[in-house]
């Protein structure tokens, strides 16, 4: 198995433009999570989806994040605009399991850098 | 609501010398205790587990956590750590549907 994808794996902006991230889970995996990582705040978690469905979006920050999972194999997560706080690495997990929770699998994340 | 306290921020120490990484949590119901592991410019990756059964459980690289329901703790040992062991260790319960994070502890080892 090619574990989770994402990409790119580096992006660097300009403030206003912008961004869309992108994750392809582990086939089969029924639960996606959208992460952000900075040094300040270290591991947030944005949203997640169950069955492509968002379960919990509270923990995106303001309205210029958006996330979809039109079908169980991909989502992209979109920060339009974007600002120069906005700089962090977003990593994308999956995990199997349904209800109680089971194992996060990791992708490689995106380091994003807003100029 | 669940929480995870890690009350190590950053932790140096010698090549040979033991490990222990404090976790404890705050939760109501059946939970699930992972440690993660992140190397340097690395995703993160699963140290061990705990859902049921034996409370010391093994992990990956000589890793071991100790579960103690009494003192809601899962905290990760090794008795004699590496330079490679340099990372940045995450401790995370699990309830229902997603998981919490600690706040992560840096480890350097000195060679």
């Known amino acids: 198995d090619a574990g989770v994808i994402q990409s790119p794996r580096h992006e660097v902006t300009e403030m206003g433009q912008e961004v869309t991230l992108r994750c392809k889970p582990i086939s089969g995996h029924d639960y996606l999570f959208w992460y952000r990582q900075t040094m300040m705040r270290g591991l947030e978690l944005l949203i997640y989806f169950n069955n492509n469905v968002p379960i919990d979006d509270s923990g995106m920050p303001e309205d210029r994040f958006s996330a979809k999972m039109p079908n169980a194999s991909f989502s992209t997560l979109k920060i339009q605009p974007s600002e120069p706080r906005d700089s962090a690495v977003y990593f994308c997990?999956?995990?199997?399991?349904?209800?109680?929770?089971?194992?996060?699998?990791f992708g490689p994340g995106t380091r994003l850098t807003v100029l | 609501a669940q929480s995870v306290s890690q009350h190590n921020h950053h932790v140096i120490l010698s090549e040979a010398a033991s490990l222990e990484l404090g976790c404890n949590y705050s939760?109501?119901?059946?939970?699930?205790l992972f440690w993660y592991v992140q190397y340097p410019g690395q995703h993160l990756q699963l140290l061990l587990k705990y859902f049921s059964g034996d409370p010391l459980v093994k992990g990956i690289k000589g890793f071991e956590a100790e579960f103690i329901k009494s003192k809601f703790s899962f905290n990760l040992r090794k008795p004699s750590v590496q330079w490679s062991d340099t990372a940045e260790y995450f401790c995370?319960?699990?309830?229902?549907?997603?998981?919490?994070f600690g706040t992560g502890t840096r480890l350097l080892v000195s060679p």
């Open positions: 939760y109501g119901g059946t939970v699930n």
């Open positions: 997990a999956s995990s199997p399991t349904s209800g109680y929770i089971n194992e996060q699998f």
């Open positions: 995370a319960v699990g309830g229902f549907q997603k998981l919490v």
